[in-house]
């Protein structure tokens, strides 16, 4: 079956907005990575807070 003109105008605008829900798609993921990296970061650092304060201190 052979694609006429509005076919093939309906096929590229199609593909058109994959690619552009790709992208946004990709940014959301950028975003939530970052976002979990920060998380990260923050709890092992509450972690290392938090041994420091409940280690024992010898002094001489």
Avoid: C
């Avoid at 052979?2 to 829900?21: C, G, R, T, V, Y």
């Amino acid at each position: 079956m052979p694609f006429n003109d509005h076919d093939s105008a309906n096929l590229e605008q199609l593909l058109e907005s994959l690619i552009k829900m790709v992208g946004h798609a990709n940014q959301t993921i950028d975003s939530l990575q970052k976002r979990v990296s920060q998380l990260e970061w923050l709890i092992k650092e509450q972690q290392l807070e938090q041994r420091h304060r409940h280690s024992i201190r010898f002094y001489s």
